[in-house]
């Protein structure tokens, strides 16, 4: 199931950024997605919040200092969709 989530994430990431050359496959779920990782910055952590809630229907909270640490890699922020959808 996680897998799947991640997946999804996955391209979810790849469309909603236009990352054009990278696959799924390149992106490791446990890596940062930002800085040295897959390079995001926080333009796209605000177009990555915003295609996760059109799909999931997952906010995040901006008064949170947690949503750091959701979007720190794919499998963190599968991690927070999947809990918020058991809610």
């Avoid at 990352?19 to 605000?46: K, M, Q, R, T, W």
């Avoid at 906010?59 to 927070?80: I, P, Q, R, W």
């Amino acid at each position: 199931m996680m897998n799947t989530l991640e997946n999804e994430i996955k391209e979810l990431i790849i469309e909603s950024l236009n990352l054009e050359d990278v696959s799924i496959d390149d992106i490791d779920s446990n890596a940062p997605l930002f800085g040295e990782g897959l390079g995001l910055d926080s333009i796209d952590s605000l177009e990555l919040g915003l295609s996760i809630y059109q799909k999931y229907k997952v906010k995040f909270d901006t008064e949170s200092g947690d949503n750091k640490k959701h979007f720190e890699s794919v499998a963190s922020l599968a991690k927070y969709i999947n809990a918020k959808r058991k809610t």
